[in-house]
């Protein structure tokens, strides 16, 4: 197909793009080995911002990563080929982060500051490689663990999900002829645009792509991303992957993660340390960061005890982003509490990401308009929902809930209790003493499913 010409907003010349048939480039597998990634950019905007902060205060601090299938029901092990999998971490290993990229994330403004990555930190950068792998079958899944070096093992996290997704849609689909695949992206398409013709009604929305790490594909994903760009306009304010957002010029999103405070706690000596080690991952974080960056993830050990224990400063950042409590709920927690430090709610920040579907986005751009600032952030409804899209019946194209997360630091067991107890990870006895030091109060159990 022709290079698609477009003009920007007022009227100037725009980029033009070539668009690819997915469904063809899936089918024509002609070559030895086809890499599902092909850039150490094709990850997660905070895992860079989140390396930058490890690799300048903790560069001896150790993390071992590993895989979890919440969804034990299907047996990874099976679907997917052992060698097929270890040729594609193997590919990611041998990347390395290229001169345009370098000069990219050094020259590009983020969140309105130029030079948010220091030179030092983009010098080691240069130099960079993913580190090894264990990979392991046992009883159907596989055992995927990344050890060594926390500021190495951090970026296994992205692509080794990205990489185990894709090779599942592969393998799903690698009986469809041409014709079916047609009729698969058709309608997987088809369901997205009529996702984004119902978003569009939505006064002041604000939503971004989250949905890097369970794709159904790269190709797919950077089409959800191009139809929100063209869909929605300026309501699509950029997605957390940093290679779409250099290649489609849009903001690249995204602040910390879970692992900061898994790692901080896993580290401490006694249970006082403990409890105060969600707060000084936050003040470390603004030692590098500020402005819009100063997002709080509150629910590591739950978000009830979270802010129980809160140091009032911590009411003076930006926003929150409440994972994994249902998200009126959250939201009407996390507000009260400004209230009663005395902050007005509309002058803040929620930003919801948990397992959003278009209903769940509506349902609480509906409730909380007008209330506060909100923005949501998109991940794998958007990017792997081709549920009922087959020609023909089929389970192995729908979506999983596939995790990577910290393990351990410098031997120490790492733990995650979640709002959602079905989304703790951890050894039983360490899950046990955080739940004893930070209560269960709040915590409420939902199935997961992506």
């Known amino acids: 197909m022709p290079p698609v010409a477009a003009a920007s907003a007022n009227g100037g010349p725009r980029r033009t793009m070539t668009k690819t048939d997915i469904a063809r480039r899936v089918y024509n597998h002609a070559w030895k080995l086809d890499p599902i990634v092909r850039s150490l950019l094709d990850t997660d905007f905070y895992k860079l911002l989140m390396l930058q902060m490890i690799w300048g205060l903790y560069p001896k601090v150790d993390a ?28 990611a290993r041998t990347l390395r982060f290229t001169k345009k990229e370098m000069i990219w994330l050094a020259g590009n403004t983020f969140y309105g500051r130029k030079q948010i990555f220091q030179p030092d930190f983009l010098a080691w950068l240069a130099d960079f490689r993913l580190p090894e792998y264990e990979l392991r079958k046992r009883d159907g899944q596989y055992e995927l663990d990344f050890a060594g070096p926390w500021m190495y093992t951090t970026l296994w996290e992205i692509p080794a999900l990205a990489i185990i997704n894709e090779l599942r849609s592969r393998a799903a689909m690698k009986s469809f002829g041409p014709f079916a695949l047609d009729v698969l992206y058709a309608r997987a398409k088809a369901k997205m645009w009529a996702k984004t013709e119902r978003l569009r009604e939505l006064p002041d929305l604000k939503i971004s792509d989250f949905g890097t790490r369970r794709r159904h594909s790269f190709l797919w994903q950077r089409w959800c991303v191009e139809a929100l760009k063209e869909g929605i306009g300026s309501a699509f304010t950029g ?128 409730h909380f308009h007008g209330k506060v600032r909100m923005s949501f952030g998109w991940g794998t409804n958007l990017t792997n929902d081709f549920e009922e899209c087959a020609p023909f019946e089929t389970n192995r194209l729908n979506a999983i809930s596939l995790v990577c997360k910290v393990a351990d630091s410098n031997g120490r067991p790492a733990v995650k209790l979640s709002d959602n107890p079905a989304k703790a990870t951890g050894e039983p006895e360490a899950i046990e003493r955080y739940i004893r030091l930070f209560g269960e109060e709040g915590r409420v159990e939902q199935a997961v499913y992506v």
Request: zero cysteines; a negative charge.
């Open 239 to 366: 997605t957390s992957n940093v290679l779409l957002a250099m290649d489609t010029d849009l903001e690249a999103l995204g602040t910390n993660a879970h692992e900061l405070p898994m790692v901080f706690a896993a580290l401490t000596d006694s249970d006082q340390d403990l409890l105060r080690s969600p707060y000084r991952v936050l003040e470390d974080w603004q030692r590098y960061y500020g402005g819009n960056l100063l997002i709080v993830l509150p629910d590591t050990f739950g978000t009830e005890a979270f802010l129980r224990n809160a140091p009032d400063w911590v009411a003076d950042w930006t926003g929150f982003r409440p994972d994994s409590a249902p998200p009126i709920e959250g939201g009407e927690r996390i507000i009260d509490w400004w209230k009663k430090k005395g902050h007005d709610p509309r002058q803040k920040l929620l930003i919801f990401s948990d397992g959003l579907d278009v209903d769940t986005i509506i349902d609480t751009h509906r």
């Open 64 to 91: 071992t990563f590993t895989l979890i299938n919440r969804a034990r029901s299907v047996r990874l092990a099976d679907e997917i080929d052992e060698g097929e999998l270890r040729e594609q971490l193997d590919h």
